[in-house]
């Protein structure tokens, strides 16, 4: 019986949810007394898995193959196949990344089990380990129980803090997957390149967010006023910045800028965990959402529930005025 945490790299660079996913591991691993061993997979990963090996941690695994250099689902499922029977494991953790929803689904499989995906968090009673998520955009909480093993675990963004990882030292092990006949049916891609970033939200005292309570492309404008009237940088939640309505580099959440401003204005936006957990340390939260039960009034300071294309306008209209 042991925990497995399976790490995603790319381009010899650890993905940040994968040290999140560590930190569950240690906490889970503390819990139930077993021991827990890592593994990064790809070509030449022995650096990261040197970097892995300082946290405290029973082993790291380097998985190691040509066929693996660039990622294909067929590649990644037949190797960490191989790994997870070799390592008897009971639990197997991931990130709950793009790249784990391709693969994760079919490893589980393999082992006649279904994938726990985008679990936010655990208990323990009696009986053993009952993982949570969550459900209409956060609105609700399930509870899973699994029963034999090994369990397959996806872990959202956000839900484990990587700088909770406890330091230590680790043996680190290279090892190659058997993949004769192994066929891969995928057919790789350039990676993606991200653009430079241009604004620093990071660096801002005060910030006016969007979300999808907006609507529409067409009224970004009367957000963009009041962030102008404020003097505030002008910010988003991902459905906007995927849209395209504004760009990448002002999204907020897990997988873009986290901020910490003196005040935060969030209109529109729900307040999903990947949004609230790079924002929440802001000094002063204020919220506009037409629904009283939005998880972003939990963390909000101020809350105004109410129609964001009335307030708006007003909150604008009332800043000028103290202008002058
Ligand atoms: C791996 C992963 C990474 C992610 N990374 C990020 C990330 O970096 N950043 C991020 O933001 N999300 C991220 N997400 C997505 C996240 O889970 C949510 O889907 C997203 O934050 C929701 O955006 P939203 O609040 O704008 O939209 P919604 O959840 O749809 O909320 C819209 C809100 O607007 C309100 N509203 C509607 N009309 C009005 C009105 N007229 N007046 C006032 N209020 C109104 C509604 O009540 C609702 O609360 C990520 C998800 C995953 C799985």
């Given at each position: 019986?042991?925990?497995l945490?399976?790490?995603?790299?790319?381009?010899?660079?650890?993905?940040?949810?994968?040290?999140?996913?560590?930190?569950?591991?240690?906490?889970?691993?503390?819990?139930?007394?077993?021991?827990?061993?890592?593994?990064?997979?790809?070509?030449?990963?022995?650096?990261?898995?040197?970097?892995?090996?300082?946290?405290?941690?029973?082993?790291?695994?380097?998985?190691?193959?040509?066929?693996?250099?660039?990622?294909?689902?067929?590649?990644?499922?037949?190797?960490?196949?191989w790994l997870?029977?070799?390592?008897?494991?009971?639990?197997?953790?991931?990130?709950?990344?793009?790249?784990?929803?391709?693969?994760a689904?079919?490893?589980?499989?393999?082992?006649?089990?279904?994938?726990?995906?985008?679990?936010?968090g655990?208990?323990?009673?009696?009986?053993?380990?009952v993982?949570?998520?969550?459900?209409?955009?956060?609105?609700?909480?399930?509870?899973?129980?699994?029963?034999?093993?090994?369990?397959?675990?996806?872990?959202?963004?956000?839900?484990?803090?990587?700088?909770?990882?406890?330091?230590?030292?680790?043996?680190v092990e290279?090892?190659?997957?058997?993949?004769?006949?192994?066929?891969?049916?995928?057919?790789?891609?350039?990676?993606?390149r991200?653009?430079?970033?241009?604004?620093?939200?990071?660096?801002?005292?005060?910030?006016?967010?969007?979300?999808?309570?907006?609507?529409?492309?067409?009224?970004?404008?009367?957000?963009?006023?009041?962030?102008?009237?404020l003097?505030?940088?002008l910010?988003?939640?991902?459905?906007?910045?995927?849209?395209?309505?504004?760009?990448?580099?002002?999204?907020?959440?897990?997988?873009?800028?986290?901020?910490?401003?003196?005040?935060?204005?969030?209109?529109?936006?729900?307040?999903?965990?990947?949004?609230q957990?790079?924002?929440?340390?802001?000094?002063?939260?204020?919220?506009?959402?037409?629904?009283?039960?939005?998880?972003?009034?939990?963390?909000?300071?101020?809350?105004?529930?109410?129609?964001?294309?009335?307030?708006?306008?007003?909150?604008?209209?009332?800043?000028?005025?103290?202008?002058?």
């Open positions: 019986m042991s925990i945490v399976i790490t995603e790299q790319t381009g010899g660079r650890l993905h940040p949810m994968s040290l999140e996913t560590l930190a569950a591991g240690q906490q889970l691993g503390r819990q139930l007394g077993l021991p827990v061993r890592t593994c990064v997979f790809g070509k030449s990963v022995a650096p990261l898995a040197g970097e892995l090996a300082a946290y405290r941690l029973d082993g790291v695994v380097a998985l190691e193959h040509d066929l693996l250099e660039s990622y294909t689902a067929d590649a990644a499922t037949a190797a960490l196949e997870v029977r070799e390592s008897n494991a009971s639990y197997v953790l991931l990130p709950h990344t793009y790249q784990v929803r391709d693969f689904p079919r490893l589980a499989t393999r082992f006649g089990r279904v994938l726990l995906s985008d679990v936010i655990w208990s323990k009673d009696g009986e053993g380990i993982f949570g998520r969550q459900l209409f955009q956060g609105k609700l909480n399930a509870a899973y129980r699994a029963e034999g093993g090994p369990v397959f675990v996806s872990l959202q963004a956000g839900a484990f803090r990587a700088d909770t990882l406890e330091p230590g030292g680790a043996p290279t090892l190659a997957p058997p993949m004769e006949g192994v066929s891969i049916r995928q057919q790789p891609e350039p990676p993606f991200e653009s430079a970033r241009a604004v620093d939200l990071s660096a801002a005292d005060l910030i006016v967010a969007v979300g999808r309570g907006i609507k529409e492309e067409g009224n970004i404008p009367l957000a963009q006023e009041l962030a102008d009237v003097g505030a940088e910010a988003a939640s991902r459905p906007i910045c995927d849209n395209g309505w504004l760009p990448m580099e002002r999204q907020v959440g897990s997988s873009g800028q986290t901020v910490s401003p003196k005040v935060y204005l969030a209109v529109g936006i729900s307040g999903a965990i990947q949004h957990v790079v924002m929440k340390g802001s000094k002063c939260v204020v919220a506009i959402n037409k629904d009283a039960n939005a998880p972003i009034f939990e963390i909000a300071d101020y809350g105004i529930v109410g129609d964001l294309f009335e307030v708006l306008p007003a909150l604008t209209d009332a800043v000028k005025k103290a202008k002058g």
